[in-house]
């Protein structure tokens, strides 16, 4: 059964140091998104990409974080410098087309604890 | 944007019980909405969803229902066994983008 993989599972990082997360979506899903989700809450979204395309960075730290799809496949999203406060699971999801009504599958995400 | 309510936050039922949890949306334009089930340290799971131009639907021991002039859809999860334990989170999509709710943390008692 198709996954969406995330790596790594766990990262601890000292707060103003760099951190990336990676994320390799359903094969042939069009759509990927990045969502962080801080313990005891539901996921909200950092950013969306439809392809290589930014579809939705409204509620990205730009200061701090940045994502890229460069081909359309993969995603990496990176933090730097890290905040204590960015301490939380970071969560990709991809789906096969964009517009919404559509399946949306997730990862088994990143554990980020920043120290 | 879209906000999405879901209640109640804990939940705790007898193993062969039913449970339900709730959530209302605010945006009539939502027009996908599915339900997660996710474990401790690991992503959300999709489980079931339904559409905005269907009421109810069922998958076994769940189903879900919608009602769109309420703005509210719901989870049934019937005859619950110990590995039902989980939080489940609602979503609604509004334009290509999912809205999550709080979360329920399902406890089922053996």
């Known amino acids: 059964e198709a996954e969406v993989a995330q790596s790594p599972r766990y990262k601890i990082t000292e707060k103003s140091q760099a951190v990336a997360f990676w994320c390799d979506p359903i094969?042939?899903?069009?759509?990927l998104y990045w969502y962080r989700q801080i313990l005891g809450q539901g996921p909200e979204l950092l950013v969306q990409f439809q392809d290589e395309s930014v579809v939705d960075d409204s509620q990205l730290p730009k200061d701090r974080f940045s994502a890229e799809r460069l081909k359309g496949v993969d995603s990496t999203l990176k933090i730097q410098p890290a905040e204590l406060g960015d301490s939380a699971m970071y969560l990709c999801?991809?789906?096969?087309?964009?517009?919404?009504?559509?399946?949306?599958?997730f990862g088994q995400g990143t554990r980020l604890t920043v120290v | 944007g879209e906000n999405v309510e879901q209640h109640p936050s804990t939940l705790s039922v007898q193993e062969g019980d039913s449970a339900v949890i709730k959530c209302t949306y605010s945006d009539s334009a939502s027009n996908y909405f599915p339900w997660y089930k996710q474990e401790l340290g690991k992503g959300p799971q999709l489980i079931i969803d339904?559409?905005?131009?269907?009421g109810e639907k069922k998958d076994q021991r769940i189903a879900v229902t919608l009602n769109k002039t309420a703005k509210h859809f719901s989870l049934h999860i019937t005859e619950t066994q110990p590995e039902d334990s989980a939080v489940y989170f609602c979503?609604?999509?509004?334009?290509?983008?999912?809205?999550f709710g709080t979360g329920t943390s399902l406890t089922v008692i053996p």
């Open positions: 339904i559409r905005s131009n269907v």
């Open positions: 999801a991809s789906s096969l087309l964009w517009g919404g009504n559509t399946e949306a599958f």
């Open positions: 094969s042939g899903h069009a759509t």
């Open positions: 979503a609604a999509s509004l334009n290509g983008q999912f809205y």
